[in-house]
Structure formats: structure tokens, C-alpha cells
């Protein structure tokens, strides 16, 4: 089947019928779920973020870089989560929105993809390290994770995120269902190479490499655990934040990014797209939400010094919107200032 072929195919298939899975109403709520898990998402994700920024202690941190990185992934996809709810027809029958938010945000939707399932990999590998050369780690610096971070999101733009904002447009629907929104014909003959060829490389292999150095790891830990029980409870604790990473971390990655796994692997199976995309646009809002908007509890959670500069800054933030506790913020540390306790704690 030549191109042209492929792609009469795939516009005639890919048609969002809302009634597959849920009622009108059902509907509305979804999408007051999907603006509510946007707003604690981007809220969440910038104030960790703005924590580890402000906190010298944290910013030396090597893996602290990889969690801020994550953060802004999760940050930029909960701001367009809405518009790409928006764009898939679950509400409105067509894309009445200017041409740029539907190429901004489908950009943002490939680009944060492929950056976070790289975050993701970077994650487990520098905890394969810190079991195996510990040592050897003491080298990498956060200039080091930071400079991986910033090509991860360079090489991620410039193989997934800039070809939406070219390649999508705004069309008149021939059917009431249709998706206005959608990839040109000049370009979605790209876009249909691109999910066959270089996301089973970019995407699905990334994945079966994190979830196979996931059981290496907690199969590692456990095997320390048993160890360190007969030595020092503080060893123990450490273990144990280390195995809360990741299942908190790469799990949470998994589960969001579960129907995107499923959806490549079709693709690269050559399943039939209609059906495909219906189940993989659903499930996909849903799921990723709850993932974007959880993670930055969980690097709270999982790390105590993050925790506690959360607490402090947000205890000062308050201060400082509240009038009648105006003189508190300046008795009070700064989120840069912490004790000697504190700076012996750090991020595991």
C-alpha cells in the first residue's frame, strides 16, 4: 500500500466517536478531572521545582538535577494537557481555538514524551551506578546531569517536537466527529514513518531497558536490605528511600505512560489505527494526568530534605500573603539556610 493510500486510510479511520467510551455527561466530568489534575500538576511540579532551585543544598544534588528536569517535563504537559483534551474531540465537535495552541500543544505532547522517557532512563541508569561504582559516581557532579539534561531536551526537540508545530492544521470537519485538528497531508505521511520507525528506537526500547535495570535494582536492594539489618538502622533507611524512588518514580512513569506503550507497540504491529487511537487518546488523558500531577508528591515523599525545604517554603509563602503574619517570614530561614543536620541529609 503506497502513502497516499495509507493516509486516505488513516483520515478515514482516525474519527472520535465520544459516546465509545463515556455519555455527554460523563464527559463534562472528565474534563473538569482533566483541568483540575492540570492545575495541581503545573502548581505541584513549579513549586518543587522553584524548592530545589532556591535550596544550594539540594541543587548539589546530582540526582535533585534529574527531579527539577522531570518537573519541568511534568510542568509543560500539564499547562497543554487541556488543550490536547480539548483537541481530541471528547467535548467540543470541532477546534474552534487559534491555529497555534493546536500546533503548541500537540509540540509539547511529543516533545515531553520522548524527553521524559529519556529523564526516565537517566534516572535508573544513575542508580545502577550509585549500587555498582559508587566511587566512581563522587566524579559526576549536578553541572555534569545538568548539561545530560539539556541535551536530553535538545535531542528530544529536535527528533519529536518540532515537526507538529509545522505539520499540524486547522480543517473544516466533513464529519461532526471528525478531528479538525489534525496533521496536513503534507506532513502526516512523516508522521506515520516516524511512529513506525523511530519510535520503536526513541520510545519502546528506552522503556524495556527501564523496566529490566527496575528489577535489577530492586532485586540489588533487596539483597542489601538483608545485609544492613544486622548493621546501622540508618543504612536501612537509606535502602529504603532508594527503593521508594523507584517504585514511586518509574512506577508512576509506567502507569502514565502504559496506553502510550501499547498504542507504539500497535503501531509497530501494524494494527488497524481507528480502533487504536480511540483507546489510546482515552486512556491516555487519564492516566497521565494522575501520573503528572502525583510525581512531585512522590519526590517529596521519597526524600526528606526536599520535604522539609517544601514545608519552609510554602510556611513562608504563606506568611507572606497573609497581612496579619507580615513580620514572620523574616524571623523565620530562609529555604537556603539549613541546619547542619539537614545539609548531612540529602536526596538519595
Known amino acids: 500500500m503506497n502513502t497516499t493510500a495509507i493516509i486516505r486510510e488513516y483520515r478515514n479511520t482516525t474519527v472520535w466517536a465520544p459516546y465509545m467510551f463515556a455519555t455527554e455527561e460523563q464527559n463534562t466530568l472528565l474534563w473538569v478531572f482533566v483541568v483540575i489534575a492540570a492545575l495541581i500538576g503545573t502548581i505541584a511540579n513549579a513549586i518543587v521545582f522553584v524548592v530545589i532551585t532556591r535550596n544550594k543544598t539540594l541543587r548539589e544534588n546530582p540526582f535533585n538535577i534529574i527531579l527539577m528536569s522531570l518537573c519541568v517535563s511534568d510542568f509543560l504537559s500539564a499547562v497543554a494537557s487541556p488543550i490536547m483534551y480539548y483537541k481530541s474531540g471528547l467535548i467540543p465537535r470541532d477546534y474552534n481555538l487559534p491555529e497555534w495552541t493546536c500546533k503548541l500543544a500537540v509540540m509539547i505532547d ?9 529523564h526516565i532512563l537517566a534516572t535508573v541508569i544513575y542508580r545502577v551506578l550509585v549500587l555498582n561504582k559508587p566511587k566512581r559516581l563522587r566524579r559526576i557532579n549536578s553541572k555534569h546531569v545538568a548539561a545530560l539534561m539539556c541535551f536530553i531536551w535538545i535531542e528530544s526537540f529536535a527528533t519529536s517536537g518540532w515537526y507538529p508545530m509545522v505539520g499540524m492544521e486547522i480543517e473544516e470537519a466533513s464529519d461532526p466527529y471528525t478531528r479538525s485538528c489534525f496533521m496536513s ?6 508522521g506515520i514513518r516516524y511512529s513506525k520507525y523511530y519510535l520503536p528506537i526513541a520510545f519502546v526500547a528506552p522503556v524495556f531497558v527501564i523496566v529490566i535495570l527496575s528489577i535489577y535494582i530492586l532485586h540489588v536492594i533487596a539483597k542489601i536490605r538483608r545485609i544492613v539489618r544486622e548493621r546501622s538502622r540508618r543504612d536501612l533507611r537509606r535502602e529504603n528511600r532508594a527503593l521508594l524512588h523507584i517504585c514511586f518514580i518509574v512506577g508512576s512513569f509506567i502507569v502514565g505512560y502504559s496506553p502510550e506503550i501499547a498504542f507504539r507497540i500497535n503501531v509497530m504491529r501494524g494494527a488497524d489505527f481507528g480502533l487504536t487511537v480511540y483507546a489510546y487518546d482515552f486512556f491516555r488523558f487519564i492516566l497521565l494526568r494522575i501520573s503528572e500531577s502525583l510525581n512531585p508528591f512522590f519526590y517529596t515523599l521519597c526524600s ?11 510556611i513562608v509563602l504563606c506568611c507572606r500573603c ?22 548531612q541529609t540529602t536526596s538519595s
Open 110 to 118: 511529543h516533545w515531553t514524551t520522548i524527553a521524559t522517557v529519556h
Open 185 to 190: 497531508d503534507l506532513w502526516i505521511g512523516y
Open 304 to 314: 526528606r530534605s526536599i520535604r522539609t525545604a517544601c514545608y519552609r517554603f510554602l
Open 322 to 343: 497573609c497581612p496579619t503574619n507580615s513580620s514572620k517570614p523574616e524571623e523565620m530561614q530562609s529555604p537556603d539556610e539549613s541546619s547542619p543536620k539537614d545539609r
